[in-house]
């Protein structure tokens, strides 16, 4: 299956895992058993300050448009509250 010449797309060299080439020499391999491992290590720690920092950061991306819009909705409910009052009514009401 080794075949010489040129090579296709599609064609490999052996079986599946077996491409045919050399074996790789000088790769060093580390390796830590599960129970001395320890993942969640300083992510409380880093949870509080990186959202510290990021909220920091990115504030004045996302508060004006929250104090715009606040500020709007609440325009908008006191406008709605006049206008459905006695008063608003008679302002701007139909008379009939």
């Not at 490999?12 to 390796?31: E, F």
């Amino acid at each position: 299956m080794g075949g010489g010449g040129d090579k296709v797309p599609g064609q490999y060299m052996g079986w599946w895992g077996s491409l045919g080439s050399p074996p790789q020499k000088g790769v060093t391999v580390y390796a830590m058993s599960a129970n001395r491992q320890n993942p969640l290590v300083g992510t409380l720690n880093a949870a509080i300050f990186n959202t510290f920092r990021r909220t920091r950061k990115q504030i004045l991306y996302w508060a004006p448009p929250m104090i715009i819009g606040y500020a709007a909705m609440q325009w908008a409910i006191e406008r709605n509250e006049y206008l459905n009052s006695k008063p608003g009514r008679a302002e701007f009401g139909e008379e009939g």
